[in-house]
């Protein structure tokens, strides 16, 4: 059975840091293709940032580009680490993997389809 936990959420004033971490378990293929994504009550799920390891490439969304960084410093754990965060990056955040890796190869690799395994999330809250 494949898990994704997500860990590190927490409370934070703005313009501060905080290290979000997603911790694979039970998956036969090599966690290539990994993704952060969030969510606010009454609003769309967005995709946040995407690393492939096949090639090192990362994806970011144009609000956290220069703020946040996706990193891959282990083979199960996928981190995301936020700087300078504001009351706008407060959220639900979801880890997902893409078993296949196409989101990854495609050209939408923060779009929400093909992520077929997702975390429970952890709670980021940013006070102004």
């Known amino acids: 059975q494949v898990n994704l936990v997500e860990s590190g959420g927490g409370s934070v004033q703005a313009g501060g840091s905080l290290t979000i971490s997603c911790a694979v378990s039970?998956?036969?293929?090599?966690?290539?293709?990994m993704g952060w994504f969030r969510q606010t009550p009454g609003k769309e799920r967005e995709g946040v940032a995407v690393?492939?390891?096949?090639?090192?490439?990362t994806w970011y969304a144009d609000s956290v580009k220069g703020r946040f960084t996706i990193s891959r410093e282990k083979q199960d754990t996928v981190y995301l680490h936020m700087n300078n965060l504001t009351p706008e990056d407060t959220a639900m955040y979801y880890c997902?993997?893409?078993?296949?890796?196409?989101?990854?190869?495609?050209?939408?690799?923060?779009?929400?389809?093909?992520?077929?395994?997702w975390g429970q999330g952890t709670q980021v809250t940013v006070s102004s």
């Open positions: 690393i492939y390891t096949g090639d090192g490439s």
């Open positions: 997902a993997a893409d078993s296949s890796s196409a989101n990854c190869l495609s050209t939408r690799p923060l779009a929400l389809s093909g992520y077929d395994y």
């Open positions: 039970g998956s036969p293929w090599g966690n290539d293709c």
